[in-house]
RNA sequence: UCAGUCGGCUGGAUGGCCGCCUGCGGAUGCGCCAAAAGCCUCCGCGGGAGGAAAGUCCGGGCUCCAUGGAAAUACGGUGCCGGUUAAUGGCCGGCGGGGGCGACCCCAGGGAAAGUGCCACAGAAAAUAAACCGCCCCGGCAUGCCCGGGGUAAGGGUGAAACGGUGCGGUAAAAGCGCACCGCGCUUGUUGGUAACAACAGCGGCACGGCAAACCCCACCGGGAGCAAGAUCGAAUAGGGGUGACAGGGGCGAAAGCCCCAGCCUGUUUCCAGGCCGUCACCCGGGUUGGUCGCGAGAGGUGCUUGGCAACAGGCAUCCCAGAUGAAUGGUCAUCCACGGGGGGCAACCCCUGCAGACAGAACCCGGCUUACAGGCCGACUGACAAU
């Protein structure tokens, strides 16, 4: 799994579909290739001064590192986006959130798929 | 012991598990004809946020650009004196003014007799003075709470501020009108001090209200932009830059050439000087929040010491101490220590509980300033009270 560090790929990832948790907002983008899975993590300037915005960021990337490792398919972009309640939330819950919008996520794009099969069998 | 003033330090601790960035050394692999550089992975040994890292308000280093000469002007800044420093608008020491019983604190602290302007409300009057009430003198007849002329600035009242104060003399009433003391002024002198300035003496009846943080005047200082600076690596076109040749409009002339008209640039203006403006040929070369370098041995830290009241400077010894770039320096759990709440106990203290641990995150690097900050610690000094 790799980080995902250019501004052109943060901007594709929110054209993509999301889903908001409690402890954060998360965008999965399709790509192309069958690479690693990409992830990045977005913590605006709302949510607090500098110490704040770091803590956030931090705990973000050490809940995906941990418990969410496979959860991440190849492929595939990821976007984290921070929120207020990032910070407060305890750190269990913080995990099982991003882990039930990937499950999501996941499971909508994969039956968007299998419409577009049967799509594609019905037409000539 | 209480109240207070000044200065300095600190900015939770320990451990388990799992990680991140980076320096050095080593190993495997890739790379290559070979070697080296470089890259990937792993191992070992080190290092890894602050006193303000913050605001970006001053001053420097560093980098690039600009900089032809002279003068004037504009713009911005600073503003008691001396020292200190790479430098400052910082800091230290002093002077002057103000506040506090005191330790000590505060002050944009040059010029108001160069000029312009402003001074609300109140008040008669807010500055070349002036005269509302009043006081005094003279004159008038209608003898009054009267009218007219003159003297005066003591008293009244207004205000942030009213053209010296107190006393005695003096006078019709008064007044620096005269005198004494105080205050004030002086481009007067002496003494002390590097100086700001102070003390003393002399002179002057007293002239000079405040605001320069309103314009202004005086003295001194000042190129611009910033690490997204700048360098370098890599493909094409367009565009860009350099050099050379020819070349604007009008007049005179056969021509060469000369003169005039211009426009733009070197902050502005003036004078002198210079360059550019289109076409062709040749040469150079690459925009970019892509990579790499810049990038951390420094006006460096710590200790001792010498000089100095101090800021600070010198000497010796010793140490190497973050380097990210969608941005590492962490996440999580436990215990302790603080803190808030509740309960028990006479008390020391004990138990439970709390998303509860100040302000806040390096971004080229230093020196300052300013602002934010839970709690804790230390030192010096002042004033009370008590005791000896």
């Known amino acids: ?15 993509s579909p999301s889903r908001a948790v409690k402890a954060c907002v998360v965008q999965m ?3 192309e290739d069958q690479a690693a899975a990409r992830v990045g993590f ?3 300037k709302k949510l607090g001064n500098a110490v704040k915005r770091n803590r ?3 705990r973000l990337k050490e809940a995906v590192r941990t418990g969410l490792y496979d959860e991440f398919q190849p492929g595939h972009d990821y976007v984290i986006i921070g929120r207020a309640a990032t910070d407060g939330r305890c750190f269990a819950a ?17 039956s968007r798929a299998a419409a577009d099969i049967t799509k594609g069998q019905e037409k000539p």
Request: no cysteine; net charge positive; glycine share 0%.
């Open 1 to 15: 799994m790799e980080r995902l560090l250019l501004r052109k790929d943060f901007l594709a990832a929110a054209r």
């Open 29 to 31: 983008r399709v790509r």
């Open 42 to 44: 977005t913590v605006t």
């Open 56 to 58: 956030i960021r931090r």
């Open 94 to 110: 913080l995990v099982s959130d991003i882990r039930s919008a990937l499950d999501t996520l996941h499971t909508q794009t994969r």
